[in-house]
C-alpha cells in the first residue's frame, strides 16, 4: 500500500510539474530587436537572399541565430531562420545527394515560423501560413526520401 501511495505521488508531482507549473511561469512578449549584432543579421539574410546566395546558408543561419540567442523574443529574426530554413529545403533540389537530415529544415521552419506567430503581438498571419506549409515540405520530402 505504502509503495503505491509513493507511486502516486511520484505522478502526481510529475504530472504537475510538466503540466501546472508552467502555466505560472511568464509569456514571452515578442520585441524587436534594435542591437548591432540583430541589424547586421537581418542585412546578411537579406543581402545573401536577394542575390540568391544559396551556398551562404549556413552562414546566414549562424548569423540570425547568434541574433536570436542575443534576443530570442525578437519575431523578426525568428521569422528570417524560418524563411531561411524554409529556402534550404526548397532549394534542395540543387544538391545531388541529398541528406536524410534536409528535413531538419523543414522541421526547424516549422519551429521558428511557430515563435514568430506567437511572438507578433498583431500575430502575423502569413507565418502561420508558412509554417503551415512547411509541414506540408517535410511530409513531401519524407516521401521522397522513402522513393530513392
Not at 546566414?60 to 530570442?72: F, G, H, P, S
Amino acid at each position: 500500500m505504502k509503495r503505491q501511495i509513493l507511486i502516486i505521488g511520484i505522478l502526481i508531482t510529475i504530472w504537475s510539474c510538466s503540466t501546472i507549473i508552467p502555466s505560472f511561469a511568464p509569456k514571452k512578449v515578442g520585441e524587436l530587436s534594435e542591437s548591432n549584432l540583430a541589424m547586421e543579421a537581418d542585412k546578411y539574410f537579406w543581402d545573401n537572399f536577394h542575390q540568391g546566395n544559396y551556398d551562404s546558408i549556413p552562414q546566414i543561419i549562424d548569423k540570425l541565430m547568434t541574433a536570436y540567442l542575443e534576443n530570442n523574443k525578437d519575431y523578426k529574426i525568428a521569422a528570417h531562420i524560418g524563411f531561411t530554413h524554409s529556402w534550404a529545403l526548397a532549394e534542395s533540389n540543387r544538391i545531388a545527394n541529398v541528406s536524410p537530415r534536409i528535413t531538419d529544415h523543414a522541421t526547424l521552419a516549422v519551429k521558428y515560423f511557430k515563435e514568430a506567430f506567437e511572438l507578433h503581438p498583431e500575430k502575423e498571419w502569413r507565418y502561420y501560413g508558412f509554417m503551415i506549409s512547411m509541414y506540408m515540405q517535410w511530409f513531401g520530402s519524407k516521401m521522397r526520401m522513402t522513393r530513392r
